[in-house]
């Protein structure tokens, strides 16, 4: 379970986010919605711990009863987390294949299984194969982009994935 408990948020010492709490179950679909300033990304990047960001003390984020309000954001990443980026960078000359190979030990484990998988999710997201050997999001539309961010997530989130303006 990804546990939020009384989440206070500041950016610059102003209060972006105030005494929020939620419980998100593995496998349960969560859309955050509100008007434009009222805080989503603020909480999306915040539970993924980027720095730019104060968690108030007495926050509190536990993703499966481990308490990770303090941890790097690549020490969530391990947890479980993965974040949707809004605007996904281009990675010119970095191949989704080449960084899931990177990232997930069975790419290089079992090679034919890894591309049986990839070309499964490019058939499913009615996408050209094409598009795995490209620069990551280097000239993709942005539907594209989102494609290819739901593959990343599929491949690397172990239990949760966060979208910031899945569109």
């Not at 972006?16 to 603020?42: A, H, R």
């Not at 980027?50 to 308490?67: A, F, M, R, T």
């Given at each position: ?21 939620l ?72 191949s ?38 490209r620069?990551?999001n ?30």
């Amino acid at each position: 379970m990804l546990s939020l408990k009384n989440i206070t948020i500041r950016l610059r010492n102003k209060p972006i986010v105030t005494n929020l709490s939620l419980q998100i179950k593995p496998g349960e679909l969560v859309v955050l919605m509100g008007p434009n300033g009222s805080g989503k990304s603020t909480l999306a990047h915040t539970i993924m711990g980027n720095p730019l960001y104060e968690l108030v003390q007495g926050s509190s984020i536990k993703i499966d009863g481990h308490e990770v309000s303090n941890a790097k954001p690549e020490e969530r990443a391990q947890a479980g987390l993965f974040l949707g980026f809004q605007t996904p960078i281009a990675i010119p000359g970095v191949s989704l294949v080449r960084l899931l190979r990177e990232l997930v030990p069975q790419a290089t484990a079992d090679t034919k299984a890894f591309m049986v998988r990839l070309r499964t999710y490019a058939k499913e997201l009615a996408f050209s194969e094409g598009l795995l050997m490209r620069g990551l999001n280097d000239g993709f539309s942005g539907g594209e982009q989102k494609k290819i961010e739901l593959v990343q997530a599929l491949f690397l989130a172990k239990h949760y994935a966060i979208f910031d303006e899945i569109d």
